[in-house]
C-alpha cells in the first residue's frame, strides 16, 4: 500500500543535542510537509516542499531545518532542541496544485520527541 | 490569517447514536477548502470529509455528513450511527484555495474535539 512512513516513531534526545527525523512517501506526490502537534493542540505547520523548492511558516524557529533529497524522502532537523521542542512531529504529502477541489494531505503516523 | 475555532474539546456519544461536532472559522477570504480528519489513538490522521467553499450542497461520505454555513462560517461534522471504531480526536481544518484556482499547502486546524464512543 501507498504510504507515508516516519522513523523513528519515538525519539528521545538530549537539550542541545541535535536530532535527525525521517520521512518517506510512496505516494510520488509533488509537496511534503512538516507539522509540529504540541500535546493537546493543534498541528501547526513549520514548512513545505514543493518539489525541491522549501517553503518556511514565517514563525518557525530557526532551530528547524529541512532537507528533500529526492521526491521520496524529506527530513526534519532540529539543530539544538530544547524543552519547548517535546512535540509530535507530523509528515504529510499531497499532489502538487490541483483544481479538483481541496487537495487530501496524507499524513503518517508522526515521531513522538522527548528533550531531556 | 485565518483561524479555526473548535469549542468541544470533549464529546461522548452511545454506539449507534449520532452526534455534531462544531467548528467555526474566520477567513477574508471567499474562495478555499474545509477539512475534517480523525485522527485515532496512536494511529495517522487521516481525511474524513471535504467541502469546497464555492459549493452550496453539504458534503456527505456515507455515516459522515457537513452542515456547511457560509455565511456563518460554520462547518458541523455529523457523524451517524457511531461505531466504536469512530472513537479518535477530530481536527477541522481550513485551506485557502491558491491564485488560479488551485488548491494545495497549508492547513490550519483547529484545536480538536475528542469523541468517545461508548459501547
Known amino acids: 500500500d501507498a504510504m507515508v512512513i516516519q522513523n523513528p516513531r519515538y525519539q528521545v534526545t538530549q537539550f542541545g543535542k541535535p536530532v535527525t527525523l525521517s520521512c518517506s512517501q510512496t505516494?510520488?506526490?509533488?509537496?511534503m510537509y512538516w507539522y509540529q502537534q504540541k500535546s493537546s493542540q493543534a498541528p501547526k505547520l513549520l514548512f513545505h516542499?514543493?518539489?525541491?523548492?522549501?517553503?518556511n511558516e514565517a514563525d518557525t524557529p530557526d532551530n528547524f531545518q529541512s532537507r528533500r533529497p529526492n521526491t521520496s524522502f524529506c527530513f526534519l532537523d532540529i539543530r539544538s532542541p530544547g524543552l519547548g521542542d517535546a512535540a509530535m512531529y507530523l509528515c504529510a504529502t499531497s499532489r502538487g496544485p490541483s483544481r479538483s477541489g481541496g487537495n487530501e494531505q496524507f499524513f503518517g503516523p508522526g515521531t513522538r520527541l522527548t528533550v531531556l | 490569517a485565518q483561524t479555526v475555532t473548535q469549542s468541544q474539546p470533549e464529546m461522548s456519544v452511545q454506539e449507534a447514536e449520532t452526534v455534531t461536532l462544531s467548528c467555526t472559522y474566520d477567513t477574508s477570504e471567499s474562495n478555499y477548502y474545509l477539512f475534517w480528519y480523525k485522527q485515532p489513538p496512536s494511529r495517522q490522521m487521516i481525511l474524513v470529509i471535504r467541502q469546497e467553499a464555492y459549493k452550496q450542497q453539504n458534503a456527505t461520505e456515507n455515516r459522515f455528513s457537513v452542515n456547511f454555513q457560509k455565511a456563518a462560517k460554520s462547518f458541523s461534522l455529523k457523524i451517524s450511527d457511531s461505531q466504536l471504531g469512530d472513537t479518535a480526536m477530530y481536527f477541522c481544518?481550513?485551506?485557502?484555495?491558491?491564485?488560479?484556482?488551485?488548491?494545495?499547502?497549508?492547513?490550519?486546524f483547529g484545536q480538536g474535539t475528542i469523541l468517545t464512543v461508548h459501547p
Open positions: 481544518a481550513f485551506m485557502k484555495q491558491n491564485a488560479g484556482g488551485t488548491s494545495y499547502g497549508k492547513l490550519t
Open positions: 505516494l510520488n506526490h509533488n509537496v
Open positions: 516542499y514543493y518539489d525541491k523548492d522549501f517553503n
